[in-house]
């Protein structure tokens, strides 16, 4: 039993496929599938379906993929933990991002983090949260930063800061003039929101449940903040958004942005990683470098 061959079958139960599976690891075809079954051979079992398409495990083949992944996380932290423990901060972080935290935190830290850590290697990939937990799950991120209480228990989620929910509207809006806006009077039917799939989404529909039983009329698949309020300027409508945005709206447009009334929720903004993972200083760091961004920020 060789890495290789863990890492083989790992992509194949990834990718469902063997022919995509041998494109991932640069191989191929046969040469991958050889090693599968040279695997197999040792182990004397049956580790994938080949009949279904996707191709699945077996029944004791989900038993042997879940110990390869335990094992190929062990070999492939193995540098890492030895820079963990001699102190050092380095390696490479995988990190995923939400799209509506994306665009407003990223620029307040990337550049910081890169400045006082250049020996981690950083990626980060916009992506919505469903995917974020899939992609954690198969090992293709280490760490992301979610909305807080949207992953499932087997994530941790360690929380960063809370941000507040703003009304943005425009001033033909019959609302506009308040100073705050109570849940209970925004008009369902002219508020507008992301596509399924942004926990944002939930969130403020979950925030709006109590209000009037109607339909909501509008949504975009577009998964933009930006598209939304756009809309919002040139119409009678309305949509929520995040406080880390504000700053990122045109001064002209300002005045559009109205807080909700006292006891209204916010989000809290987390970083959720495998329960088993082990870079603990890499991603203390980050967690200093985006709290001490936000604070600056917030003092600005």
Same mark, same amino acid.
């Given at each position: 039993?060789?890495?290789?061959?863990?890492?083989?079958?790992?992509?194949?139960?990834?990718?469902?496929?063997?022919?995509?599976?041998?494109?991932?690891?640069?191989?191929?075809?046969?040469?991958?599938?050889?090693?599968?079954?040279?695997?197999?051979?040792?182990?004397?079992?049956?580790?994938?379906?080949?009949?279904?398409?996707?191709?699945?495990?077996?029944?004791?083949?989900?038993?042997?993929?879940?110990? !390869?992944? %335990?094992?190929?996380?062990?070999?492939?932290?193995?540098? %890492?933990?030895?820079?963990?423990?001699?102190?050092?901060?380095?390696?490479?972080?995988?990190?995923?991002?939400?799209?509506?935290?994306?665009?407003?935190?990223?620029?307040?830290?990337?550049?910081?983090?890169?400045?006082?850590?250049?020996?981690?290697?950083?990626?980060?990939?916009?992506?919505?949260?469903?995917?974020?937990?899939?992609?954690?799950?198969?090992?293709?991120?280490?760490?992301?930063?979610?909305?807080?209480?949207?992953? /499932?228990?087997?994530?941790?989620? &360690?929380?960063?800061?809370?941000?507040?929910?703003?009304?943005?509207?425009?001033?033909?809006?019959?609302?506009?003039?308040?100073?705050?806006?109570?849940? %209970?009077?925004?008009?369902?039917?002219?508020?507008?929101?992301?596509?399924?799939?942004?926990?944002?989404?939930?969130?403020?529909?979950?925030?709006?449940?109590?209000?009037?039983?109607?339909?909501?009329?509008?949504?975009?698949?577009?998964?933009?903040?930006?598209?939304?309020?756009?809309?919002?300027?040139?119409?009678?409508?309305?949509?929520?958004?995040? %406080?880390?945005?504000?700053?990122?709206? /045109?001064?002209?447009?300002?005045?559009?942005?109205?807080?909700?009334?006292?006891?209204?929720?916010?989000?809290?903004?987390?970083? !959720?990683?495998?329960?088993?993972?082990?870079?603990?200083?890499?991603?203390?760091?980050?967690?200093?470098?985006?709290?001490?961004? &936000?604070?600056?920020?917030?003092?600005?």
């Amino acid at each position: 039993m060789t890495i290789i061959q863990l890492e083989y079958l790992l992509a194949v139960v990834n990718n469902g496929s063997f022919s995509l599976a041998a494109e991932k690891c640069f191989v191929t075809q046969p040469s991958l599938s050889m090693q599968i079954k040279n695997l197999e051979e040792e182990l004397e079992v049956t580790l994938l379906d080949r009949s279904k398409k996707p191709v699945v495990p077996t029944q004791i083949g989900e038993i042997v993929v879940e110990k !390869a992944k %335990e094992a190929l996380y062990a070999y492939n932290n193995i540098k %890492e933990s030895v820079l963990e423990l001699k102190g050092n901060i380095a390696g490479k972080l995988r990190l995923g991002v939400i799209p509506t935290i994306a665009p407003y935190l990223l620029p307040r830290f990337i550049h910081e983090f890169s400045e006082r850590y250049p020996k981690v290697e950083l990626e980060v990939k916009e992506m919505v949260t469903p995917e974020i937990i899939k992609a954690i799950d198969k090992d293709e991120l280490d760490a992301a930063i979610v909305a807080g209480g949207t992953c /499932p228990e087997r994530i941790t989620e &360690v929380e960063l800061f809370s941000d507040k929910f703003y009304v943005y509207l425009s001033p033909n809006n019959p609302l506009y003039e308040r100073t705050n806006i109570r849940i %209970e009077d925004i008009n369902t039917k002219q508020l507008i929101l992301l596509s399924e799939g942004h926990c944002l989404r939930d969130q403020i529909l979950e925030l709006c449940g109590s209000i009037r039983n109607t339909a909501i009329s509008y949504y975009f698949e577009s998964g933009s903040l930006e598209t939304l309020m756009r809309i919002v300027n040139n119409t009678e409508l309305m949509t929520i958004i995040p %406080e880390m945005s504000i700053d990122y709206i /045109p001064k002209e447009f300002r005045n559009n942005v109205k807080p909700l009334a006292k006891g209204a929720t916010s989000r809290m903004i987390a970083i !959720a990683l495998r329960r088993t993972y082990a870079k603990d200083r890499v991603i203390q760091a980050l967690k200093d470098v985006i709290l001490d961004a &936000v604070s600056v920020q917030k003092h600005n």
